[in-house]
């Protein structure tokens, strides 16, 4: 059956060619002369060809109406639709990646600061490591203080030993003086006038520092560090006598005492909320635009 | 068929080329009726042809930059050709026009079939033939059909459909043997539905068995 169709379909081709004379001139003698000899084909042409010819003179079917176009019809669509959406969907995958290098940027900062606060400890001591690092004598001094009460130990002797001692021995004006200097002008001013010599020897701060004490010394606290500075020589005196001549400073002189410590101290702390300021304004301001970044980013994927 | 007024295709087609829409329109006015034609042959259905007609004019406008020189009549009919194709193969997934639904095609769809002959009964044969015919070129598949009606409709060369339809001259030549055959085929199977005078055979000579040898009228 399958062959006999085939068969037929082939047949069908080249009467369907022969229809439209387009068989070769080999292949158009060859079913010319089938077709003298077979009736059956001949019949099977003639209704092909009266099909062809009933398709052939189906008649032509005007149009309805006119397919003129309008200027409307041919306006590119695309543009002035989609001309906003496609400007937020160009901007948005850009504001999400802004959004993402900022809220990492604002994380790596904060981890940052975290890490740079919390390596001394939790909280208060914070301040500790950044102080120890600007001005190491700072937590010496504060040791000193409780621990001149009660006992002298040997650090905080190293530590405030040489300032009187350079203040005494060394005319030369140390740079490192020059606080304590400042203290003592401002804590004892009247003794210093008493002391007239002074100003009109040197004029300047070292100058004066030096030999004052030494005038000063039947007066009051600063007495002890006009004894420590002849002191320098003898070895094992100094220590004693400066941690006596701590005690008197705790006891007796607060001012001194308080001199020392404080003002590095106060710089201390002003230093260290002005870096916490500096270090964390960037990581909220960074967390500011995180979240601005964040909102437009979403309001132009909604966009698209 | 038409082949056009006397119209300058050439520069028509370059001046809308550069925007003018008024100079595509006369091609438009000149056009509209082959690729009108040619839309409803191979749909059927004069609402879907018209539809198919206008987007045909409106996707050739738009594309005209791809019309490189030759037959703009044969790149306007190979752009509505496609047109229709896709739109049958989106309707396959509908039910085809089953050869039961012959002669219950609604005849004001096809008010021109009655146009240009003489008798009344003449006409109304004319008309109910066409009818027939067209509902059963519907019930071709979209390959073959496409290819019959390019080529006895539009009265296409092998060459011009497997270039309109972007198949090898081989597989135009099989699948219009294969339309034609089974349109036949299809009449035959209806020869009743017929008006005598345009039956394929003879009633008299094959009646009880095959279709027996004409003797060609």
Same mark, same amino acid.
């Given at each position: 059956?399958?062959?006999?169709?085939?068969?037929?379909?082939?047949?069908? !081709?080249?009467?369907?060619?022969?229809?439209?004379?387009?068989?070769?001139?080999?292949?158009?003698?060859?079913?010319?002369?089938?077709?003298?000899?077979?009736?059956?084909?001949?019949?099977?042409?003639?209704?092909?060809?009266?099909?062809?010819?009933?398709?052939?003179?189906?008649?032509?079917?005007?149009?309805?109406?006119?397919?003129?176009?309008?200027?409307?019809?041919?306006r590119p669509p695309a543009p002035t639709v989609r001309q906003p959406p496609s400007a937020a969907r160009r901007l948005a995958p850009a504001l999400t990646l802004a959004t993402a290098v900022s809220g990492?940027?604002?994380?790596?900062?904060l981890v940052g600061n975290l890490l740079t606060a919390g390596g001394g400890g939790p909280g208060a001591a914070a301040p500790v490591p950044m102080a120890a690092y600007e001005t190491g004598p700072s937590?010496?001094?504060?040791?000193?203080?409780?621990?001149?009460?009660?006992?002298?130990?040997?650090?905080?002797?190293?530590?405030?030993?040489?300032? /009187?001692?350079?203040?005494?021995?060394?005319?030369?004006?140390?740079? =490192?003086?020059?606080?304590?200097?400042?203290?003592?002008?401002?804590?004892?001013?009247?003794?210093?006038?008493?002391?007239?010599?002074?100003? /009109?020897?040197?004029?300047?701060?070292?100058?004066?520092?030096?030999?004052?004490?030494?005038?000063?010394?039947?007066?009051?606290?600063?007495?002890?560090?006009?004894?420590?500075?002849?002191?320098?020589?003898?070895?094992?005196?100094?220590?004693?006598?400066?941690?006596?001549?701590?005690?008197?400073?705790?006891?007796?002189?607060?001012?001194?005492?308080?001199?020392?410590?404080?003002?590095?101290?106060?710089?201390?702390?002003?230093? !260290?909320?002005?870096?916490?300021?500096?270090?964390?304004?960037?990581?909220?301001?960074?967390?500011?635009?995180?979240?601005?970044?964040?909102?437009?980013?979403?309001?132009?994927?909604?966009?698209? | 068929?038409?082949?056009?007024?006397?119209?300058?295709?050439?520069?028509?087609?370059?001046?809308?080329?550069?925007?003018?829409?008024?100079?595509?329109?006369?091609?438009?006015?000149?056009?509209?009726? +082959?690729?009108?034609?040619?839309?409803?042959?191979?749909?059927?259905?004069?609402?879907?042809?018209?539809?198919?007609?206008?987007?045909?004019?409106?996707?050739a406008y738009r594309h005209l930059s791809t019309f490189r020189g030759g037959s703009f009549l044969s790149w306007l009919m190979r752009t509505v050709a496609n047109r229709c194709y896709d739109e049958l193969?989106?309707?396959?997934?509908?039910?085809?026009?089953?050869?039961?639904?012959?002669?219950?095609?609604?005849?004001?769809?096809?008010?021109?079939?009655?146009?240009?002959?003489?008798?009344?009964? !003449?006409?109304?044969?004319?008309?109910?033939?066409?009818?027939?015919?067209?509902?059963?070129?519907?019930?071709?598949?979209?390959?073959?059909?496409?290819?019959?009606?390019?080529?006895?409709?539009?009265?296409?060369?092998?060459?011009?459909?497997?270039?309109?339809?972007?198949?090898?001259?081989? =597989?135009?030549?099989?699948?219009?043997?294969?339309?034609?055959?089974?349109? +036949?085929?299809?009449?035959?199977?209806?020869?009743?539905?017929?008006?005598?005078?345009?039956?394929? !055979?003879?009633?008299? +000579?094959?009646?009880?068995?095959?279709?027996?040898?004409?003797?060609?009228?």
């Open positions: 059956m399958l062959g006999k169709n085939r068969a037929r379909e082939r047949v069908d !081709e080249w009467l369907s060619a022969y229809i439209d004379g387009a068989l070769s001139p080999r292949e158009r003698a060859r079913l010319e002369a089938r077709l003298a000899e077979d009736p059956d084909l001949r019949a099977r042409l003639e209704s092909l060809q009266r099909t062809v010819a009933l398709v052939r003179g189906l008649p032509a079917v005007p149009a309805p109406r006119n397919f003129l176009l309008t200027p409307a019809m041919v990492l940027l604002c994380v790596v900062l937590p010496q001094v504060q040791e000193t203080q409780e621990a001149l009460a009660k006992k002298a130990p040997s650090s905080p002797e190293a530590t405030v030993t040489p300032e /009187p001692a350079r203040l005494d021995s060394a005319a030369t004006v140390s740079e =490192t003086a020059v606080p304590e200097m400042e203290a003592w002008s401002e804590v004892a001013p009247s003794p210093l006038l008493e002391g007239g010599p002074i100003p /009109p020897e040197m004029g300047g701060m070292g100058g004066g520092a030096g030999p004052g004490p030494s005038l000063r010394e039947p007066g009051e606290p600063e007495e002890p560090e006009a004894e420590a500075s002849p002191t320098p020589t003898p070895e094992p005196q100094p220590s004693e006598r400066v941690a006596a001549a701590g005690e008197e400073r705790v006891t007796a002189a607060p001012p001194t005492v308080e001199v020392t410590p404080t003002s590095p101290p106060v710089e201390m702390p002003g230093g !260290e909320r002005a870096q916490r300021v500096t270090s964390w304004l960037p990581v909220g301001g960074l967390a500011l635009l995180t979240m601005t970044l964040a909102v437009l980013s979403i309001r132009a994927w909604r966009a698209r | 068929m038409i082949t056009g007024r006397n119209l300058d295709e050439g520069r028509l087609v370059a001046a809308a080329q550069r925007g003018d829409l008024d100079a595509f329109n006369e091609l438009v006015l000149a056009y509209q009726d +082959r690729v009108y034609n040619l839309a409803y042959r191979i749909l059927g259905d004069p609402a879907a042809a018209e539809d198919a007609t206008q987007e045909a004019f409106i996707a193969r989106r309707q396959k997934r509908r039910p085809a026009v089953s050869w039961e639904s012959f002669g219950e095609m609604d005849e004001d769809a096809n008010p021109f079939l009655v146009n240009g002959h003489p008798t009344p009964e !003449e006409a109304a044969q004319q008309a109910e033939l066409t009818r027939f015919l067209q509902s059963a070129i519907v019930t071709l598949p979209p390959d073959q059909r496409v290819v019959l009606v390019l080529s006895d409709v539009e009265g296409m060369n092998y060459q011009e459909i497997a270039d309109t339809v972007g198949i090898p001259v081989g =597989t135009v030549k099989s699948r219009l043997a294969r339309a034609r055959a089974r349109l +036949r085929d299809l009449l035959q199977a209806q020869r009743e539905l017929l008006p005598r005078a345009y039956r394929l !055979e003879d009633e008299d +000579r094959d009646a009880g068995k095959e279709p027996s040898p004409g003797t060609g009228r």
